[in-house]
Nanobody, 113 residues
Framework: VQLVESGGGSVQAGGSLRLSCAAS????????MGWHRQAPGKQRELVAI?????RTIYADSVKGRFTISGTIDKNTVYLNGLKPEDTAIYYC??????????WGQGTQVTVSS
């Protein structure tokens, strides 16, 4: 599975951005797909995930502000009400069961106060 990300950039606090991810390859094997992020000096954390059966999962820190939509092989996450603490590298992620997981190259999101 290959993941190609687009979007990201810089915005002031309260602004919005959009991140998109498209998967190719063994798409039929994907159980869930979405986004993680990693801020400087911090561990990578889940942001938003959607499953093949349509469920969505959000980190508590982004609930009500971020929305993920799309299909299991192509999704977009809308980042609204951005805060400086949302600044991080955002990675597209796909899980195909067991230890089979895939990551995009990452895209920078910077929120200034």
């Amino acid at each position: 599975v290959q993941l190609v990300e687009s979007g990201g950039g810089s915005v002031q606090a309260g602004g919005s951005l959009r991140l998109s991810c498209a998967a190719s390859g063994r798409i039929f094997s994907i159980f869930s797909m979405g986004w993680h992020r990693q801020a400087p000096g911090k561990q990578r954390e889940l942001v938003a995930i959607m499953t093949r059966d349509g469920r969505t999962i959000y980190a508590d820190s982004v609930k009500g502000r971020f929305t993920i939509s799309g299909t299991i092989d192509k999704n977009t996450v809308y980042l609204n009400g951005l805060k400086p603490e949302d600044t991080a590298i955002y990675y597209c992620y796909a899980f195909a069961g067991g230890h089979e997981e895939y990551w995009g190259q990452g895209t920078q999101v910077t929120v200034s106060s």
